[in-house]
């Protein structure tokens, strides 16, 4: 919502998540440029000799991207902890992947890296992918995840989704697909709980939500001063002066 108490200070949007204390390292506003960060961590991780791995996540509207394939081909030739998760969900911002990419198989698109492609719509699907993903990336370096899922809803605001699909497609996915649904049914078919108590845990959960909608509006937004912050380290970058601007003063490292 652009405020101040939010993550990054009312600082751009939802690809400027972040929390480090978390090992969450965010997103980018470039599509894609994610993923050399994200390789550099897995560099770093490997440096330090702390046995962890890196999960670099991109959509199949950015697997078409230069720098993938340039982060992807240094990981791979130093054996890097990085895991490149291309979550499919087969439109993009609104274009099909057929319409842009020649080879939609992303999980094949590695080449020398090794992949999986996995269900994305279903939630244990994914943590023994990614499991086993970990475990590769440990011991042999890169390995490359397709998700395929899928996304109900249009790519921002101004999208309303259904120019590029059809309203029934959209409704057929999420009758059959939906990964909530199907941990629902699953829940209730091995009596581990009751309607009554799913509907319960649903109604804590908008709660919460609508509690931390409420709290985020009652932030104030920026200062306009917050523009200048956080652009340099403190103490250095480059300062202009002068009734015309062009007077130039740099403090460097």
């Not at 890169?142 to 497609?169: A, C, F, K, N, V």
């Amino acid at each position: 919502m652009g405020r101040q108490a939010g993550c990054s200070k009312g600082k751009g949007g939802s690809m400027h998540f972040y929390k480090k204390d978390s090992n969450f390292y965010g997103g980018h506003g470039i599509v894609g440029a994610q993923v050399p960060l994200g390789c550099g961590l897995a560099f770093a991780q490997k440096y330090s000799k702390d046995e962890t791995v890196t999960f670099a996540l991109y959509g199949d509207g950015a697997a078409n991207q230069g720098q993938l394939f340039e982060a992807l081909n240094i990981s791979a030739l130093w054996d890097l902890p990085a895991i490149l998760v291309c979550e499919n969900n087969h439109y993009g911002m609104g274009t099909a992947e057929w319409r842009a990419a020649k080879s939609p198989a992303y999980y094949k698109r590695g080449d020398y890296v090794p992949g999986l492609k996995v269900d994305g719509m279903d939630a244990f699907a994914v943590k023994q992918a990614c499991k086993f993903a970990k475990e590769h990336a440990m011991k042999n370096g890169p390995i490359i995840l397709e998700m395929d899922t899928y996304r109900y809803h249009g790519h921002s605001m101004s999208d309303p989704g259904s120019t590029y699909r059809t309203r029934d497609e959209i409704s057929g996915v999420r009758q059959e697909r939906d990964p909530i649904e199907r941990v629902r049914k699953l829940i209730l078919s091995h009596d581990l709980a009751t309607e009554k108590e799913l509907k319960d845990i649903e109604k804590e959960v908008r709660k919460e939500v609508d509690d931390a909608i409420a709290q985020a509006k009652e932030s104030p937004m920026p200062e306009p001063s917050e523009l200048f912050t956080n652009v340099y380290a403190k103490g250095l970058g480059v300062e202009s002066f002068g009734a015309d601007r062009k007077e130039v003063r740099a403090t460097l490292p």
